[in-house]
């Protein structure tokens, strides 16, 4: 059973930025597929970026290329998030997830296998 830790949430003005934090109880997350998804009250979870395990490659939501950038420490236990330009439409509960299959590309949440608790980020305008 893989477990995933998120930490960094909370409240920023329009314009902040913050930076989200996995932390994973493996070795390595070399061979599984990281994403971090997200979601608001009343909609549905929502794909925000993906990390390749092994290879690096990553997927950006639309909504979120040029300001959200996914990052990774060196021994492959921690998974960042950093949110730059953040707006109010940001604001949602973000979700950590690993799915252990390796050189996938799917955005789906209903792909991956293990998440996080949640960390609550909100954006005041």
């Known amino acids: 059973q893989v477990q995933l830790v998120e930490s960094g949430g909370g409240v920023v003005q329009a314009g902040g930025s913050l930076r989200l934090s996995c932390a994973l109880s493996v070795r390595t997350f070399s061979g599984y597929r990281m994403g971090w998804f997200r979601q608001a009250p009343g909609k549905e979870r929502e794909f925000v970026v993906a990390?390749?395990?092994?290879?690096?490659?990553?997927t950006y939501a639309d909504s979120v290329k040029g300001r959200f950038t996914i990052s990774n420490d060196n021994l492959k236990t921690t998974v960042y998030l950093q949110m730059h330009s953040l707006k109010p439409e940001d604001t949602a509960v973000y979700y950590c997830a690993a799915d252990p299959c390796n050189f996938c590309t799917t955005t789906s949440p209903t792909d991956f296998k293990y998440w996080g608790q949640g960390t609550q980020v909100t954006v005041s305008s």
């Open positions: 990390l390749e395990g092994s290879g690096g490659d990553t």
